[in-house]
């Protein structure tokens, strides 16, 4: 079935996780637009970010946990998302994003080259301040110069 699905331009995904009254609510079964899906996935800020799904004509908030891809095409072959609201605490991936890096204290005088040993982040927070990306300023980096995890400057309930 998920292979006739894919074949008719679908990618077939899952809606999970959430509470409604106190109890569990059920996993969804859903079927996305490859075409669609894929330009979505253009945007970085999509892998992290609340994402507004319409499920069966109703709403849901929820943010994108997992995608499985083809192993040697660009294709989706499937879609987790998980069910949140503005208090759910999640763990998430976001990117580093390095800024000022060309007028760098260390590059401009110094001489020296900037390697990133990490471009992604793994953070815990509220889904209601879930940062698209964490900001690195390389500013005043000279040459020698370690960023450690410690000294980044997280936005408020990131952890």
């Given amino acids: 079935a998920s292979r006739r699905l894919r074949r008719e331009n679908g990618v077939p995904a899952i809606v999970y996780g959430g509470k409604a009254g106190g109890n569990d609510r059920k996993p969804t079964a859903i079927v996305l637009k490859a075409n669609e899906l894929n330009k979505l996935l253009e945007d970085e800020a999509f892998y992290s970010s609340i994402i ?13 946990k997992d995608l499985q891809r083809h ?3 660009p294709m989706v072959w499937h879609a987790d998302f998980l069910r949140v609201n503005k208090s759910t605490k999640i763990k998430a991936t976001v990117p580093l994003h390095f800024v000022n890096e060309e007028s760098c204290v260390g590059v401009k005088l110094g001489g020296g080259k ?5 471009t992604a982040l793994d953070i815990i927070c509220s889904a209601g301040d879930l940062p698209e990306f964490v900001e690195v300023d390389m500013a005043a980096v000279e040459v020698g110069t370690v960023v450690h995890l410690s000294e980044l400057k997280l936005p408020k309930g990131v952890e």
Avoid at 52 to 64: I, M, P, Y
């Fill in 52 to 64: 507004t799904l319409s499920v069966a004509g109703k709403d849901e908030q929820v943010v994108l």
């Fill in 71 to 73: 192993p040697a095409k």
């Fill in 114 to 118: 900037i390697t990133h040993q990490m």
